[in-house]
């Protein structure tokens, strides 16, 4: 949902050594890196890891990256366009592969997006010391069928994606499996769950925003109005007020802006047009990447300040490239669901009073005109429902200052095993570890417990709960939850 590769704030998910009989979680970590993965059965049959994967139907090799303890595979799986009819063509879907053991659990990770083809942990992964499957979502190139018939990218054809995939998979990493994912990743993982409740064995949800009633957006305005402190909240309304009042010397530098990175606005309709679009979303994308304590970057007083710090704040935290056809492309496939499914915010912003010319653009300006498009009200009412009665083994984090978290995924009378935790102060970025300790501990065990690989001390005690692998600066430092949220107003 908002802004480019300057953020990336926004969630990340775990590994684990130990089995649920308490086995020590030494064992699983002792063999040589060069071995994982690598034996010969006594028939004398290889049993490599990357023969197994590629014995599969349909799945074919792109490139294996070494990484020190694990085996990393970039792969291709054939997919029906249309899981309801196989018959009629199919196209060629993205998936990385993080080999650990097969005797270890594995977490299937969704960003919503393109998938990353270097080798990252989630913090699922890291807790439960496991495999990670990543899977890129339909529609986003390269994953894209040719043709495109966009009446196919639907929740339903991207959870059947990734049963297929689990199904797959499942005859060669045989222990618990576990789906997770950031934002637009979140709802991905909430969606499988929700139609193909026997997959997986345990979902660990960050940051999904759950717009059950896309004409009523109430909740996102009374969110704004009281998020943070009402100095920043000041100091945020008077920058997009004056960037407003100077639209004209402003625009100008765009249009030298655009002319310079040879960026254009068929899309959106008119350079105007993106302007005002990335000037409103200043106020949500500061809350969705920023802290509070980041609003010392603010300027203080906006009538005071020059047009280029006007530019530079606005351009900083919601990216003027957002609303350009360049900056658009990449992610079609959101607005579509957007704009057909997920559901979007319309936010009212009353500080601006009439100095805005189109208000809060809907996912359709964002979409090229020559793909159609219709709304499917009942799709998130009826996930919404589900959770809340038949939730089991579900995990859902959010972020304090999250403005996507004001409509979020709540549990009911019907939820087993399930939790929704809130970060005290946190962002888009908020994970498990930023939890307080107690609501750490809790969610961690549950993490461990449903991967089957809970030491015996933390069934005994959940407060003992931990991650099982140590954390390794290049495969845990990038942020999975909001990686590929390189533009704005997407999740």
């Not at 086995?23 to 993965?37: D, K, L, M």
Request: proline fraction near 6%; glycine fraction near 8%.
């Amino acid at each position: 949902m908002r802004k480019a590769l300057r953020g990336f704030l926004s969630l990340a998910v775990l590994i684990g050594t130990v089995s649920a009989t308490g086995a020590s979680a030494g064992a699983a970590t002792a063999a040589e890196p060069a071995a994982i993965g690598s034996a010969v059965s006594d028939s004398g049959t290889s049993t490599d890891i990357k023969d197994r994967i590629l014995a599969i139907p349909g799945m074919s090799l792109i490139e294996e990256k070494p990484y020190p303890g694990y085996r990393y595979f970039v792969l291709n799986y054939t997919q029906p366009v249309d899981h309801r009819h196989p018959s009629k063509g199919t196209f060629q879907q993205r998936i990385t592969l993080l080999h650990k053991d097969t005797s270890r659990p594995t977490v299937f990770f969704t960003s919503g997006y393109n998938v990353s083809t270097n080798p990252g942990r989630s913090e699922p992964t890291r807790i439960v010391d496991g495999n990670q499957v990543s899977l890129e979502y339909r529609f986003f190139t390269p994953s894209r069928p040719s043709p495109a018939d966009w009446s196919k990218l639907d929740i339903w054809q991207a959870a059947s994606d990734q049963h297929r995939v689990f199904t797959a998979l499942k005859k060669i990493y045989s222990k618990n499996w576990l789906t997770t994912g950031g934002s637009k990743g979140g709802m991905t993982a909430t969606y499988f769950e929700r139609y193909y409740p026997k997959d997986m064995d345990g979902v660990v949800a960050y940051v999904a925003p759950n717009d059950v009633v896309n004409k009523e957006d109430s909740a996102y305005d009374r969110f704004l109005a009281g998020v943070g402190t009402k100095e920043c909240r000041d100091k945020l309304n008077g920058v997009q007020r004056e960037a407003l009042i100077r639209r004209k010397p402003l625009e100008r530098k765009y249009e030298e802006y655009a002319a310079d990175n040879g960026y254009t606005f068929s899309t959106v309709g008119s350079l105007d047009k993106a302007y005002e679009a990335v000037v409103l979303d200043y106020i949500w994308a500061f809350w969705q990447y920023s802290l509070l304590a980041d609003c010392d970057s603010v300027p203080a007083d906006a009538k005071t300040a020059t047009d280029q710090a006007i530019w530079d704040s606005v351009d900083s935290i919601s990216g003027f490239s957002a609303y350009a056809d360049q900056g658009l492309e990449t992610y079609t496939p959101y607005y579509y669901q957007a704009g057909t499914q997920l559901g979007s915010p319309d936010i009212k912003q009353p500080w601006l009073g009439k100095l805005s010319r189109y208000g809060y653009q809907p996912p359709r300006s964002f979409v090229p005109r020559s793909i159609p498009m219709k709304a499917q009200p009942s799709v998130m009412r009826d996930v919404d429902s589900w959770v809340k009665h038949h939730a089991s083994h579900m995990l859902y984090v959010y972020g304090q200052n999250d403005p996507w978290g004001a409509e979020r995924f709540r549990l009911g009378a019907g939820a087993r095993d399930s939790y929704v935790f809130t970060v005290a102060g946190g962002n888009h970025g908020s994970n498990v570890a930023g939890l307080d300790p107690a609501e750490n501990a809790t969610a961690t065990a549950a993490i461990l417990r449903w991967a089957g690989v809970a030491p015996a001390a933390v069934q005994a005690d959940p407060a003992k709960a931990k991650p099982l692998a140590k954390f390794d600066a290049r495969l845990d430092s990038r942020d999975l939850t909001t990686e590929h949220r390189l533009g704005n107003r997407h999740p």
